[in-house]
Structure formats: structure tokens, C-alpha cells
């Protein structure tokens, strides 16, 4: 069976995530630090599916924390939804931003390495095409941020991708 993890796994998309997760087999461990979340998600998921998470309260920018984690769950893949999402407090706070995404997306990459878990999905934003040239938009719209939100996620997919090129044993999608 498939072991994920999940960052930001107590969060609006990580927990309706790892309910589909779930329903569908796999094993879901959750990691969140409770920055955009709450403890009772907890219960809330467990009686949804009848199922008590394995869970780990941390920062995605520990990377120690997220070896260990990687290492004794056995986990197989990572999907990251952790990150600050607010676009008018990046633009008050950039170097927040800055820190806990791209930073915090870099301990995640650099821990994952270390253990040997090559298969990652990032949760991009739509923020990273900018003004819409047309629409609807798709994969193919030229990337233009036009807040630090927008380009943390850009540069989050930008770094990505130069670490899949690099290595072909990476599976890395967003």
C-alpha cells in the first residue's frame, strides 16, 4: 500500500485531500504546524472516515523533522498543500512569504532527497499566470505573478523543475 504525506495535511485542501486519499487505499500521514488549522480537524477526519490519521505536528521548514518523518512512516510520496496563501498579506509580509514557501518548499525537497523519496505533488495557484492574456486558462498561459504569493508558487515550480531535470528518478508534478 501506498504511504503519503501529507504538509498542510489538517488544512481545507490537505484534510478533504487525505479523505479521497483515504477512500481510495492509501495511507495518509498528516504534517501540519496548526498555522492555518485547527487540532479538531483531527477528530473531524476520523469520523468522516473512520480512519485516526497518523499525525505530526511540525514546520515544513525542519528538515530534520521531515527526515524522520519520511523515514519512520516509510512514506512514499509527498503532497505538498503547506504554505502561507493570503495574496494582500504577502504583498504586507513578502519575506514571510518568501521564508515559509520557498523555504519551506527547499527543507521539504532537501529531506526527501536525503531519505530516498523521488515522487512529490506541489500545490501550485492559478496566481502564477498573473493578468489573464486568455481564457479559460490552461498549463500553456505564459506565468507572470504579479504579488509575492504568485511568485513564491512560481518560483516553487521554477526550483522543481530543475531538481526533476537533474534527476530522472524524480516524479514531480504540480
Known sequence: MTRVLLT????????HTAVVLAEAGFEVVLYDNFSNSKRSVLDRLQSITGVRFPFVEG???????LEETLRSYRIDAVI???GRKAVGESVEQP?????????????????????G????????????????QYLPIDEEHPTSATNPYGRTKLHIEEMLADFANSDSTWRVDW
Not at 523519496?117 to 489573464?132: C, D, I, K, N, Q
Open 8 to 15: 498542510g495535511g489538517l488544512g481545507y485542501i490537505g484534510s
Open 80 to 82: 505538498h498543500f503547506a
Open 95 to 115: 519575506l514571510d512569504y518568501y521564508d515559509n514557501n520557498v523555504v519551506g518548499t527547499l527543507s521539504l525537497a532537501r529531506a526527501m532527497q536525503s531519505v
Open 117 to 132: 523519496v523521488e515522487t512529490l505533488v506541489f500545490s501550485s495557484s492559478a496566481t502564477v499566470y498573473g493578468e489573464p
Open 59 to 65: 514546520d515544513v521548514r525542519d528538515t530534520a523533522l
